[in-house]
């Protein structure tokens, strides 16, 4: 809300409303303790975690036992159910299309599916500030800012990325508004502090043009209330809400993120990566730790070699910002079936993906009994 001008500085001691950056300028801060290069990189500074003993790894399962179980394989039955289901869903399936279609061959592969999901924490901190409603701030005085790693918060679930700020403890400043200088308040852009300005539906003439009485809008004065700042000539500065003061700290930025890596194994059939990624699989292995350790010895050397790959890139790419608080492999098995059919002339491609067999046509079949396209 505007306050009345009456109980501050002048309008004419006003200056327009500062094209000054958002931050203060960093002459006017004094150093804190372990902050200080908040002043040298642009107010933000990256910490780094403390080092932590490295786990002791497991011992190797044994992988016979995974590689026993097997997915039911599908048969035409399945296949076909499944193909007629998947039309039916695009409004395409008839008596007459489920005459027409015909299963020529199906050829199913299993495949794996790696996955590696890193889930860390980096802190930074930055000056931000807000305006001075109250007295007492929790500044130097009141003792030494804790290092940013010292402090305590709540950690999210695992594997939820999330973002949060906190006050760092003893690191507020009490400084005069940098906007405003001040005042609390600035010129009106609108009039210039004057309060006033030309009535736009006269030009200011104070008549209309071939009329012989004055201006209805503005009395004949050919000048109107700024609308504005309401005729105040100054608006309230919207940085420190007119307060004049502003208290500046340091703010502790936590993300939390969750790094993923997968790998599916090679498989001889044409199915889009896209469907693999979001085919449903059955877990044959899981491991859930602080750090996890590289898979060796696994039957399918790709998979054991894209363990190795992933944890080296996720162990490289945090260990400049941030750290690991836990780690999850998976090994997946992946059933694909491609289904080739005789339809309208024509030999086609479907393909079932997943344990919970999701559909896929290759290829656009063309016009349907219904006049739709199935894709």
Excluded at 16 to 43: I, K
Excluded at 75 to 95: G, Q, W, Y
Aim: aromatic share 6%.
């Amino acid at each position: 809300m505007d306050r009345d001008p009456s109980d501050r500085d002048s309008v004419a001691d006003l200056s327009s409303e500062a094209e000054s950056p958002l931050g203060p300028p960093t002459e006017l801060l004094e150093r804190l303790p372990s902050y200080d290069l908040l002043l040298q990189r642009s107010g933000q500074q990256v910490f780094f975690p403390p080092l932590e003993a490295p786990r002791m790894p497991q011992e190797p399962p044994s992988w016979s036992s995974f590689l026993e179980h097997r997915v039911p394989a599908v048969t035409e039955e399945v296949a076909r159910e499944a193909l007629l289901s998947f039309m039916n869903s695009k409004r395409c399936c008839s008596s007459a299309v489920a005459g027409d279609l015909a299963i020529q061959e199906l050829r199913q592969e299993t495949l794996f599916r790696y996955r590696l999901e890193t889930f860390s924490e980096s802190r930074i901190s930055e000056w931000t500030f807000q305006p001075l409603t109250r007295h007492s701030v929790d500044g130097p005085q009141r003792g030494t800012s804790p290092r940013l790693w010292d402090i305590k918060v709540q950690v999210p679930p695992m594997f939820q990325e999330d973002t949060r700020k906190f006050h760092v403890p003893h690191s507020s400043l009490i400084k005069k508004c940098h906007r405003c200088r001040g005042h609390g308040r600035y010129k009106c852009g609108g009039c210039h502090g004057a309060s006033m300005v030309r009535c736009v539906s006269c030009s200011g003439a104070k008549r209309k043009a071939r009329l012989p009485r004055r201006c209805p809008a503005c009395s004949g004065s050919g000048r109107r209330r700024c609308s504005t700042c309401s005729g105040r000539g100054s608006k309230t500065c919207a940085t420190c809400k007119g307060e004049r003061k502003l208290v500046h700290f340091v703010q502790l930025v936590i993300t939390w993120r969750n790094s993923l890596s997968e790998f599916v194994s090679e498989h001889h059939l044409h199915c889009p990566e896209e469907l693999l990624a979001k085919a449903k699989g059955e877990n044959l292995f899981r491991d859930e730790n602080s750090a996890v350790y590289p898979i060796v010895d696994f039957p399918l050397r790709e998979i054991s070699q894209a363990s190795q790959r992933a944890i080296a890139e996720h162990s490289a790419a945090l260990a400049s910002r941030g750290r690991i608080l836990q780690q999850r492999q998976t090994i997946e098995l992946i059933p694909l079936t491609e289904v080739r059919y005789w339809y309208q002339g024509r030999l086609r491609v479907y393909y079932l993906c997943g344990t919970d067999r999701q559909g896929h046509a290759e290829d656009n079949p063309g016009e349907c009994c219904c006049g739709c396209t199935i894709i």
